[in-house]
Nanobody, 124 residues
Framework: QVQLVESGGGLVQAGTSLRLSCAAT????????MGWFRQAPGKEREFVAA????????SYANFVKARFTISRDNGENTVYLQMNSLKPEDTATYYC?????????????????WGQGTQVTVSS
């Protein structure tokens, strides 16, 4: 089992930055691909970014390219999502997920473990 805990969310103004963190505990000796998803009120959860177990490969949703960066520190069992130039439409609950994949999964069903989420609210 792997437990994931997100942090770093908050209320910010448009154009500013936030860095989300996701700390993994439990069976972290096994390397997992990690992903970030988000869900806005009244909308389905959507893929944001993913990083391979090695950290060498990343993938992003088109709507966050060049603004968000996913990274990981395997020594600290933590994955990050640096979010720059935030927009009001980025307002959502952001979820971290871990999957037993060798690459960068983009679908929810490819992930085995999920965190509880952290709220990001961007005001205009």
């Amino acid at each position: 089992q792997v437990q994931l805990v997100e942090s770093g969310g908050g209320l910010v103004q448009a154009g500013t930055s936030l860095r989300l963190s996701c700390a993994a505990t439990g069976r972290t000796s096994m390397r997992y691909a990690m992903g970030w998803f988000r869900q806005a009120p009244g909308k389905e959860r959507e893929f944001v970014a993913a990083i391979s177990a090695s950290g060498y490969t990343t993938s992003y949703a088109n709507f966050v390219k060049a603004r968000f960066t996913i990274s990981r520190d395997n020594g600290e069992n933590t994955v990050y999502l640096q979010m720059n130039s935030l927009k009001p439409e980025d307002t959502a609950t952001y979820y971290c997920a871990a999957g037993r994949q060798v690459s960068v999964p983009k679908e929810e069903y490819e992930y085995n473990y999920w965190g509880q989420g952290t709220q990001v609210t961007v005001s205009s």
